[in-house]
């Protein structure tokens, strides 16, 4: 092996020589050199679970791994394909020969290298490994090289991967102050510690959003841990007697020694032991996590089944971006990194992106281009807005809060009455096409037009609204007006339903202006309300009859 800047940890004279590694391992267990051996490869799993329960067969980078037990751990339970490399010949050397044993593994794989990942000769491609894996290994990198490293990670995770590293660090009383032995012990050994908090700042220095970068301090696991395995070996028992047939009393003594001196500075706060979790979140995460939420909460209220409908969401940060629900997820596999960053130009998912977009990702780009008031689209699938489209029915503003869904009408025309007709201030069913094509789109938008629903005939609904929150309230709105409006139909024989008038409208809209808390109460302008509707007794025929709804209902 070539010198290198560790050379004086790792050579057969230091603290991780062939004989220590076999005292290392004779303690912790076969194939571990750190304390807690097969346990501690239990909780990192644990810490893991987001991705390794998951992705199948995910692909993981194994930085120090001694002798190979995690890595094996990790392919043999999880079948990851595990890059395990380490800069001690000694180690890796031994691990080649303890797999070449169990060779080939029951699910995964193990390539073990030689590797000093810190040399800037180290690279491996963006998005190649689904977890970054390190024990007791960052201690013998520098700050400064610790933040090189971390910021490697950023780029050779694929998104939603995870680092965890667990290692010693910096206990309360030196983030005060080291003390000056505690300084030589770190010194004489090349140790550079961080505090828990620094290792957080350093990878949200590196790229990672601090929302997903976790780090605990672990002093009284890292305690327990260690008295536990120390205690296997020092104690009359199976694990004793193993012990002494391959090493002598005073190897077991200077072992002891070791680990009780490291418990003692854990204890008076010189040092501790943290465990770091960091995910790293593709780019426009909190976006693509907003419409994953809003495509679950579409679904808990029953507005779509299993994997029907869309939504979208206009991306905040660059507006020529939308981002959508992929197509095919349904709810229990939907997740943030599934959701699709479009372009606004075609609506077809950017390079980069693992998932195909929504079928309807040409329709929700055609709304943006043409709506720039628009910031988000909710598509459904729901009872009742359904049941008029199937019947290619309009939905009339025969119960008022229905004009939310509808543009603002201008009554300032010069006789005082509305520049648009009756026909214009109603939900409107848009022509019937195949899902997908740009038929459909087409024919949405023109059903659309400046309102903020839309019925699409013998498919669903579609609403939008300037944000997701009014977005989703506005697909709740349209599902109840639909329900209305089809449970008076269902009252024709008694009379049919009684769209507003256009003063009614008119008034209506006048007094939106002054309705909630941030509007001063306005006396009526009017001595009366305008001129009411027909009474029910009225608009009835002299045998009981109803009138046809085929007029008031043609699309």
């Known amino acids: 092996m070539a010198e290198t800047k560790f050379e004086h940890n790792f050579n057969q004279n230091s603290q991780y020589s062939g004989d220590v590694i076999d005292t290392f391992e004779a303690t912790f267990g076969k194939n571990y050199m750190s304390a807690g051996g097969h346990e501690t490869s239990l909780e990192t799993a644990r810490l893991l679970a987001p991705v390794l329960t998951t992705r199948s067969a995910p692909t993981m980078l194994d930085i120090g791994c001694g002798i190979g037990g995690a890595a094996v751990f990790f392919a043999t339970e999880y079948g990851a394909t595990v890059k395990a490399v380490d800069v001690n010949r000694i180690g890796i050397d031994k691990a080649i020969r303890m797999l070449a044993e169990i060779s080939p593994l029951p699910k995964g794989k193990v390539d073990l290298e030689v590797l000093d990942v810190t040399s800037n000769d180290c690279e491996f491609a963006d998005g190649t490994f689904d977890i970054?894996?390190?024990?007791?290994?960052?201690?013998?990198?520098?700050?400064?090289?610790?933040?090189?490293?971390?910021?490697?990670?950023?780029?050779?995770?694929?998104?939603?991967?995870?680092?965890?590293?667990?290692?010693?660090?910096?206990?309360?009383?030196?983030?005060?102050?080291?003390?000056?032995?505690?300084?030589?012990?770190?010194?004489?050994?090349?140790?550079?510690?961080?505090?828990?908090?620094?290792?957080?700042?350093?990878?949200?220095?590196?790229?990672?959003?601090?929302?997903?970068?976790?780090?605990?301090?672990?002093?009284?696991?890292?305690?327990?841990?260690?008295?536990?395995?120390?205690?296997?070996?020092?104690?009359?028992?199976?694990?004793?007697?193993?012990?002494?047939?391959?090493?002598?009393?005073?190897?077991?003594?200077?072992?002891?020694?070791?680990?009780?001196?490291?418990?003692?500075?854990?204890?008076?706060?010189d040092r501790s032991y943290v465990m770091v979790i960091a995910t790293k979140t593709p780019a426009f995460y909190k976006e693509r996590q907003q419409v994953a939420d809003a495509y679950r909460m579409v679904s808990k209220k029953n507005l779509i089944m299993s994997c029907d409908g869309n939504v979208s969401a206009r991306s905040a940060t660059n507006k020529d971006k939308f981002l959508i629900t992929p197509s095919g997820v349904d709810i229990p596999s939907l997740t943030a990194d599934k959701v699709v960053l479009c372009s606004m130009k075609d609506g077809k998912a950017l390079p980069g992106e693992t998932y195909k977009p929504s079928s309807e990702s040409r329709l929700h780009d055609c709304i943006y281009r043409e709506r720039p008031d628009v910031g988000a689209i909710v598509h459904t699938h729901s009872i009742y807005a359904c049941a008029l489209a199937c019947c290619r029915l309009p939905l009339p503003p025969a119960h008022y809060a229905?004009?939310?869904?509808?543009?603002?009408?201008?009554?300032?025309?010069?006789?005082?009455?509305?520049?648009?007709?009756?026909?214009?201030?109603?939900?409107?069913?848009?022509?019937?096409?195949?899902?997908?094509?740009?038929?459909?789109?087409?024919?949405t938008l023109k059903g659309l037009g400046e309102n903020f629903a839309v019925l699409m005939a013998n498919h669903g609904a579609l609403v939008v609204g300037p944000d997701m929150e009014t977005a989703l309230y506005n697909a709740d709105r349209l599902e109840r007006e639909c329900e209305i409006?089809?449970?008076?139909?269902?009252?024709?024989?008694?009379?049919?339903?009684?769209?507003?008038?256009?003063?009614?409208?008119?008034?209506?809209?006048?007094?939106?202006?002054?309705?909630?808390?941030?509007?001063?109460?306005?006396?009526?302008?009017?001595?009366?309300?305008?001129?009411?509707?027909?009474?029910?007794?009225?608009?009835s025929s002299q045998d009981g009859s109803s009138p046809d709804l085929d007029e008031a209902s043609d699309s």
């Open 132 to 269: 970054i894996y390190s024990r007791d290994v960052m201690l013998h990198f520098s700050q400064q090289e610790k933040e090189k490293l971390f910021a490697k990670f950023q780029k050779w995770l694929k998104p939603g991967g995870m680092v965890c590293i667990c290692d010693y660090c910096l206990g309360p009383r030196s983030v005060v102050q080291v003390s000056e032995e505690f300084q030589t012990y770190l010194d004489t050994r090349g140790y550079h510690l961080l505090s828990p908090k620094a290792y957080k700042e350093s990878f949200v220095q590196a790229g990672f959003d601090a929302d997903f970068v976790e780090s605990r301090d672990e002093q009284l696991w890292y305690c327990q841990m260690a008295r536990t395995e120390i205690d296997r070996v020092l104690l009359p028992g199976p694990k004793h007697d193993a012990f002494l047939k391959e090493k002598s009393q005073k190897e077991l003594e200077k072992l002891s020694k070791v680990y009780e001196d490291k418990i003692n500075m854990t204890l008076r706060g």
């Open 402 to 443: 229905t004009c939310e869904l509808l543009r603002q009408v201008d009554f300032s025309s010069a006789n005082g009455g509305s520049t648009v007709s009756i026909e214009d201030t109603t939900v409107k069913c848009a022509d019937y096409h195949t899902y997908g094509t740009k038929a459909l789109a087409e024919a």
């Open 485 to 539: 409006y089809w449970r008076c139909v269902q009252l024709q024989m008694v009379g049919p339903p009684k769209p507003l008038t256009m003063p009614e409208i008119e008034s209506l809209q006048k007094r939106d202006q002054t309705y909630g808390q941030d509007h001063k109460e306005e006396e009526d302008e009017e001595d009366a309300d305008p001129p009411a509707l027909e009474t029910l007794s009225d608009s």
